[in-house]
């Protein structure tokens, strides 16, 4: 079975500063799909950004962009220019491309931002 | 509005006691799932209906039941609950056209068992 680990249970970064958020899964499949979703106080999850595995370019949404390493099975989040709005607990999910669309998910990072 | 509606938002209720989460979608998607966050556990799928006929257990069904009564709506139902079911519920959609199958997620239900 798919697992996703996300070994940084709590980070946090000055305001305006860069912050990086790590994310390993475990999979034998070839195609699949990550994301990185974002869960601030409301609760509400929004996805932020995602990443096919077939591509090779890094993705990127604006502030967020994503260092995709399908080797070493290592998706990791980058934040620049952190804002107050940014705080929010993170969860890096993977997809397999095949079969049930399920999305599997990592235990959470939550990241504070320090004004 | 919501595109993904989940009622109630909060509940408290006690051991024993059988409750209904409702879940309600108008993003035309034909995928519904139920998951549940815990603390440092993540989301952990329960359920997933990938239509109204097909209804399919997730990774802790145990305890656990679901409802796909129309296209539009899923339902979780916890027929006896008990203390460690506290927990935050999500329900979300996915669109089976959309080849990269994204979630999309109601507000979350906050549910509580004393």
């Known amino acids: 079975a798919q697992t996703v680990t996300q070994s940084q249970p709590e980070m946090s970064v000055q305001e305006a500063e860069t912050v990086t958020l790590s994310c390993t899964y475990d999979?034998?499949?070839?195609?699949?799909?990550l994301f990185w979703y974002k869960q601030p106080p409301s609760r509400q999850m929004i996805l932020v950004i995602r990443q096919e595995a077939y591509k090779q370019q890094n993705a990127t949404e604006n502030r967020f962009s994503v260092n995709f390493q399908k080797a070493a099975k290592s998706f990791s989040l980058k934040i620049s220019d952190s804002q107050l709005g940014d705080a929010a607990m993170y969860f890096c999910?993977?997809?397999?491309?095949?079969?049930?669309?399920?999305?599997?998910f990592g235990q959470g990072t939550r990241l504070t931002i320090n004004p | 509005d919501a595109d993904v509606t989940q009622t109630p938002r909060n509940r408290i209720t006690k051991t024993g006691k059988r409750i209904m989460l409702e879940c309600s979608q108008t993003?035309?998607?034909?995928?519904m799932y139920w998951y549940r966050q815990d603390p440092g556990l993540g989301l952990r799928l329960i359920y997933y209906?990938?239509?109204?006929?097909?209804?399919n257990k997730g990774e802790i069904s145990d305890g656990y039941s679901v409802s796909r009564q129309a296209q539009a709506k899923f339902s979780l139902s916890l027929e006896s609950a008990i203390p460690n079911q506290t927990a935050l519920y999500f329900c979300?959609?996915?669109?089976?056209?959309?080849?990269?199958?994204?979630?999309?997620f109601g507000e979350g239900s906050r549910l509580t068992v004393l």
């Open positions: 979300a959609t996915s669109d089976t056209r959309r080849v990269s199958g994204e979630l999309f």
């Open positions: 999979t034998s499949e070839s195609d699949y799909y």
């Open positions: 209906s990938f239509d109204v006929k097909d209804i």
């Open positions: 999910a993977y997809r397999r491309d095949q079969g049930a669309q399920k999305l599997v």
């Open positions: 993003k035309g998607h034909d995928r």
